[in-house]
Antibody
Framework: QVQLQESGPGLVKPSETLSLTCTVS????????WSWIRQSPGKGLEWIGY???????DNNPSLNSRVTISVDTSKNQFSLKLRSVTAADTAVYYC?????????????WGQGTKVIVSS | DIQMTQSPSSLSASVGDRVTITCRAS??????LAWLQQKPGKAPKSLIF???SLQSGVPSKFSGSGSGTDFTLTISSLQPEDFATYYC?????????FGQGTRLEIE
């Protein structure tokens, strides 16, 4: 059974960079798309972007210029950097795996990590 | 972006009941629709892909139907563990988008 676990700071100051890592266990990262998704009371569930095991990425245009997603398959990890954060970026951040049905139909999710943007 | 609208936003039901949740897309998404279940403090869990195909391990009490713009999720014989929030998600076009959720509560 594939498991995903997010890690990273729970508090980030406004204008700084939010950095999270997702560690994948119980399976290989090869041949799958790996996404970041966030959930906030105001905006609900919002897809941030994905990365393939080769390193190719695609991001939500609403966040595109602030997002960098990277992968380290040797560590079975992929990461999210979100620059210039504001209070609107406060959310629970999830990592998830794209299924064989679609790269953005998610079959496994991490437990989520809450990130608060505040000074 | 494609807008996904669920109704109702909340629903009260009793153990043993059968309930139906509706999801409407702002444009034709064929059958590129998933249903997710989320319990408080937990990650979403995928239930259904392609509008009606149950994920492995999901009990047959869950069923989905629809295509185009209108979709339904039906849950039969409600049990205490089914009370949760349910989301639809389209993956027809980028970016993938989610409904606002339907909270299913015990009556």
């Amino acid at each position: 059974q594939v498991q995903l676990q997010e890690s990273g700071p729970g508090l980030v100051k406004p204008s700084e960079t939010l950095s999270l890592t997702c560690t994948v266990s119980g399976g290989s990262m090869s041949s799958y798309y790996w996404s970041w998704i966030r959930q906030s009371p105001g905006k609900g569930l919002e897809w941030i972007g994905y990365i393939y095991d080769t390193g190719s990425t695609d991001n939500n245009p609403s966040l595109n210029s602030r997002v960098t997603i990277s992968v380290d398959t040797s560590k079975n990890q992929f990461s999210l950097k979100l620059r210039s954060v504001t209070a609107a970026d406060t959310a629970v951040y999830y990592c998830a795996r794209g299924s064989t049905v679609s790269r953005v139909a998610f079959d496994f999710w991490g437990q989520g990590t809450k990130v608060i943007v505040s000074s | 972006d494609i807008q996904m609208t669920q109704s109702p936003s909340s629903l009260s039901a009793s153990v043993g009941d059968r309930v139906t949740i509706t999801c409407r897309a702002s444009q034709d998404i064929s059958d590129y629709l998933a249903w997710l279940q989320q319990k408080p403090g937990k990650a979403p869990k995928s239930l259904i892909f392609r509008a009606s195909s149950l994920q492995s391990g999901v009990p047959s009490k869950f069923s989905g139907s629809g295509s185009g713009t209108d979709f339904t999720l039906t849950i039969s014989s409600l049990q205490p563990e089914d009370f949760a929030t349910y989301y639809c998600q389209q993956y027809y076009s980028y970016p993938p988008t989610f409904g606002q959720g339907t909270r299913l509560e015990i009556e």
